[in-house]
T-cell receptor, first 114, second 112 residues
Framework: EPEVTQTPSHQVTQMGQEVILRCVPISNHLYFYWYRQILGQKVEFLVSFYNNEISEKSEIFDDQFSVERPDGSNFTLKIRSTKLEDSAMYFC????????????FGPGTRLTVT | QQQVKQSPQSLIVQKGGISIINCAYENTAFDYFPWYQQFPGKGPALLIAIRPDVSEKKEGRFTISFNKSAKQFSLHILDSQPGDSATYFCAAYNTNAGKSTFGDGTTLTVKP
C-alpha cells in the first residue's frame, strides 16, 4: 500500500540554524500539507500546497517557514532560523484531491532545537 | 471561529464497552469531518470521516454521529478493545480553503 514517507525521523539542530524536513507524498496525490505537534498537544495545521503554490497557511507559518516541491516527488519544509519553540513533531500529509479529502499522514520528523 | 472543541480529554473504558468522544465546531465553512487515531510515536491515521449531508456513518465498530444544526459530531467505538487504546483526534476541514483544524485529542484507555 502506498504511504507518505518522511526523512529524517529525528533532527537535532542548534537554535538559529536552518533545517529542511523532507517528505515524499503518495504518488498521484495533488494536495500536500505540513502539520506540527508539540509533545503531548494537538496537531496544528501549518500549510497546504496545491498546484505548486501555497493554498492556505496558518498564523504559525510565518516568514521563517517555507515550502517547496523541488521535483515531482519531494515536498519540503524549511525553517530558516530555528527557535527553541520550533521543537515538535512535524507531519507531512497528502490527499488525492478531485473530491477525495482523506489525508494520509507520514510517520513524522521529530525536530529538537537546542 | 476556527476552533474545534473535543471532549473528554481522557477516557477509560472496560473491554467490550462503548467509547464516546465528542466534538463541536463553530465555523460553518467546515464541510468534512474526519477522525484520526494516533499511537505513540506514529502519525495520525484516518479512521473514519463524514460529510455534513449525512447524520451517521458506520464502519465496522466505529460510528460517527453528526448533528449539523448543533454543529456537533461524535465518535462511537463499539465493543472497545485494548488495541483501541490510543489518542483520537477529531478534525474539521474546509475543503475550499484546504485547511484542517484539529481538536485537542482524547486519550482512550481500554482495560482488559
Amino acid at each position: 500500500e502506498p504511504e507518505v514517507t518522511q526523512t529524517p525521523s529525528h533532527q537535532v539542530t542548534q537554535m538559529g540554524q536552518e533545517v529542511i524536513l523532507r517528505c515524499v507524498p503518495i504518488s498521484n496525490h495533488l494536495y500536500f500539507y505540513w502539520y506540527r505537534q508539540i509533545l503531548g498537544q494537538k496537531v496544528e495545521f501549518l500549510v497546504s500546497f496545491y498546484n505548486n503554490e501555497i493554498s492556505e497557511k496558518s498564523e504559525i507559518f510565518d516568514d521563517q517557514f517555507s515550502v517547496e516541491r523541488p521535483d515531482g516527488s519531494n515536498f519540503t519544509l524549511k525553517i530558516r532560523s530555528t527557535k527553541l519553540e520550533d521543537s515538535a513533531m512535524y507531519f507531512c500529509a497528502s490527499n488525492p484531491g478531485q473530491g477525495i479529502y482523506e489525508q494520509y499522514f507520514g510517520p513524522g520528523t521529530r525536530l529538537t532545537v537546542t | 471561529q476556527q476552533q474545534v472543541k473535543q471532549s473528554p480529554q481522557s477516557l477509560i473504558v472496560q473491554k467490550g464497552g462503548i467509547s464516546i468522544i465528542n466534538c463541536a465546531y463553530e465555523n460553518t465553512a467546515f464541510d468534512y469531518f474526519p477522525w484520526y487515531q494516533q499511537f505513540p510515536g506514529k502519525g495520525p491515521a484516518l479512521l473514519i470521516a463524514i460529510r455534513p449531508d449525512v447524520s451517521e456513518k458506520k464502519e465496522g465498530r466505529f460510528t460517527i454521529s453528526f448533528n449539523k444544526s448543533a454543529k456537533q459530531f461524535s465518535l462511537h467505538i463499539l465493543d472497545s478493545q485494548p488495541g483501541d487504546s490510543a489518542t483520537y483526534f477529531c478534525a474539521a476541514y474546509n475543503t475550499n480553503a484546504g485547511k484542517s483544524t484539529f481538536g485537542d485529542g482524547t486519550t482512550l484507555t481500554v482495560k482488559p
